[in-house]
């Protein structure tokens, strides 16, 4: 049986952003900059937001989310508290996987990838971490070269059960992609933070 893990920080700090804990009241900018964006939400695993009650009960759900051990972090660009986008990982007996989303208005600046290695840099750090690992639509070539941008490489295809319903309710061909501790400790020298944006 794996110890269990170190509590992970509410808060990261990146050089560009600053990562913390969902509060209730940020329902209305999540809903505004990504939860009622088609764009945005096209490959994940839920439905984009019509209302922001349905935003609301999102956030109430990752908030407790941290209590059960799993965390999602919001994206935030100093000095601004508004969140831009969240990153989240579910750690199961000895791995995790990493999930993400990021308002349009900020796509293609390196935001997540810069926000992704600060998670990892935290779950590589708890020795019962062995790897971490994303599933991504096959058709999702933004979260692709993210993961790739994260030191992962695939390592399996398949279909379903995952849904992306915003897509189609069939279960749709997608790829995992993960990294091992040791193929991290490898890859971070040769990749600085300055690489990867
Ligand atoms: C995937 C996602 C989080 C990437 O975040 P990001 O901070 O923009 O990441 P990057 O800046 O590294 O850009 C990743 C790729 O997106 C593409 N991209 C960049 N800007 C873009 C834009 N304005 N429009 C469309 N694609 C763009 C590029 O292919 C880029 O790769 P490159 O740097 O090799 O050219 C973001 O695109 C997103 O939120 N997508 C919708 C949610 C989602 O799919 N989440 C993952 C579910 S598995």
Redesign the pocket.
């Known amino acids: 049986m794996t110890a269990p893990l170190t509590p992970m920080p509410g808060t990261l700090r990146t050089p560009r952003l600053l990562l913390r804990r969902p509060r209730r009241d940020d329902a209305p900018a999540i809903f505004r900059n990504?939860a009622s964006v088609p764009?945005?939400?096209?490959?994940?695993?839920w439905r984009t937001h019509q209302s922001v009650s349905e935003t609301e009960t999102h956030v109430q759900t990752t908030v407790e989310w941290w209590e059960r051990g799993s965390h999602v972090w919001l994206i935030t660009l100093p000095p601004s508290d508004e969140p831009v986008?969240s990153?989240g990982v579910r750690v199961h007996d000895s791995d995790a996987d990493l999930?993400?989303?990021?308002?349009?208005d900020?796509?293609?600046?390196?935001?997540?990838?810069?926000?992704g290695r600060a998670v990892m840099a935290e779950l590589f750090a708890r020795p019962g971490i062995a790897s971490v690992w994303?599933?991504?639509?096959a058709a999702?070539?933004?979260?692709?070269?993210?993961?790739?941008?994260l030191g992962m490489t695939l390592v399996d295809r398949f279909i379903g059960p995952v849904v992306h319903p915003n897509v189609s309710d069939a279960p749709r061909p997608c790829l995992k992609y993960a990294v091992s501790r040791s193929e991290w400790l490898e890859w971070l020298p040769s990749h600085p933070p300055s690489a990867?944006?």
Do not use: M
């Open positions: 990504w764009v945005a939400t096209l490959y994940l695993s986008g990153i999930g993400y989303v990021l308002s349009p900020h796509w293609g600046q390196g935001i997540v990838p810069e926000a994303a599933h991504l639509d999702n070539v933004q979260s692709e070269r993210t993961v790739q941008k990867i944006d």
